[in-house]
């Protein structure tokens, strides 16, 4: 059993940055994949980024390449995503995932955490 916790969710200006964390409650976080993903208003839930078990590996949509930053800390059971440059389009509740044993740009993980609020102001 995994457990997630996101914190770092908040409101933003455009342009601004923020930094949301993911902490893990499992003995055996190296084994899992992380995503991060995001559902705005009316919208599906959607994958943003995703980290390989060792974080070599790094993936993500289109529309935040460039500005999001994934990764990761196995010594601290911990997965992070920078934003920056952010949108008024960013603005979505974010969730982070866990599922074994890699990436994959879907909503098929098997832990997910209880999500964080970021709001993008004009």
């Known amino acids: 059993q995994v457990q997630l916790v996101e914190s770092g969710g908040g409101l933003v200006q455009a342009g601004g940055s923020l930094r949301l964390s993911c902490a893990a409650s499992?003995?055996?976080?190296?084994?899992?994949?992380m995503g991060w993903f995001r559902q705005a208003p009316g919208k599906e839930r959607e994958f943003v980024a995703g980290i390989n078990r060792s974080g070599g590996s790094t993936f993500y949509i289109d529309s935040v390449k460039g500005r999001f930053t994934i990764s990761r800390d196995n010594a601290k059971n911990a997965v992070y995503l920078q934003m920056n440059s952010l949108k008024r389009e960013d603005t979505a509740v974010y969730y982070c995932?866990?599922?074994?044993?890699?990436?994959?740009?879907?909503?098929?993980?098997?832990?997910w955490g209880q999500g964080t609020q970021v709001t993008v102001s004009s």
């Open positions: 499992v003995r055996t976080f190296a084994n899992y994949a």
């Open positions: 995932a866990a599922r074994e044993p890699r990436v994959i740009p879907t909503l098929k993980y098997d832990y």
